[in-house]
């Protein structure tokens, strides 16, 4: 699966980035206009994720259930982390080229020809693709498999869960892909729960479009 995502995916990288960003964000925050609740959310939610992760990768206490623990915690840090990202820095006009790189996010090039901000949701279905894995199949519509013009990929939202979410932001999970389709792997115990998910285009210079309605598939 082809991503382009600034937050790295082994926890141990991912630990790393978070203490960096924060850092510079601590040291940067009163020049961009970030509030100290915003960094102290992000410090509680870092620290409550360094602790789970400890526990989890120890192997005298690594269970299931501190493994779930830890992976609940990071959701919640990266979840928290985009939206930090989005509201406040990704169309700040006081971050530079040289913010972006200290807090280890992508410099966008300049001179590029404006992309357009998607209009409409993708095209999405799901269903089996082997045992524990779930195809999810995009598209501009059920007869194009092509992204909309100044698209970079679809983001994908997702959770598993036993009745609907009532709204997009409860979809904690976050994955994107370049091309149709994205492949998602689940855990054994996973079988036969319900994954809800919604999805997005965003565009060249990172915007996004509007969110599908949220469906729902059952994980082989």
């Known amino acids: 699966m082809a991503t382009r995502d600034y937050i790295p995916r082994k926890d141990s990288d991912f630990l790393t980035w978070i203490n960096n960003f924060l850092s510079y964000l601590l040291a940067n925050m009163n020049r961009l206009n970030v509030s100290a609740e915003v960094y102290d959310r992000l410090v509680a939610l870092r620290d409550d994720y360094a602790q789970k992760l400890a526990v989890a990768d120890n192997p005298a206490t ?5 493994v779930q623990a830890k992976t609940t915690a990071r959701d919640a840090l990266e979840k928290e982390t985009r939206q930090t990202v989005n509201e406040y820095l ?5 971050v530079t080229d040289e913010d972006r790189d200290g807090f280890g996010l992508p410099i966008h090039k300049s001179g590029r020809t404006p992309a357009p901000v998607a209009g409409n949701a993708p095209w999405v ?10 195809r999810i199949d995009f598209g501009e519509s059920p007869t194009s498999a092509a992204k909309p013009e100044g698209q970079h990929c679809v983001e994908l939202a997702s959770v598993i869960a036993e009745t609907r979410p009532p709204e997009v932001d ?5 994955a994107v892909d370049t091309h ?6 689940f855990k054994e115990s996973e079988r036969g729960r319900t994954l809800w998910f919604a999805a997005r ?8 479009g509007p969110w599908s309605d949220i469906f729902s598939v059952i994980i082989p």
């Open 62 to 66: 690594r269970t299931k259930l501190t």
């Open 90 to 94: 990704t169309y700040n006009h006081l």
């Open 125 to 134: 279905t799901a269903g089996a693709h082997g045992p524990r894995v779930v």
């Open 170 to 174: 409860d979809l904690i999970h976050s």
């Open 180 to 185: 149709t389709p994205l492949l998602l792997t």
């Open 201 to 208: 285009w965003e565009n060249t210079r990172g915007e996004k």
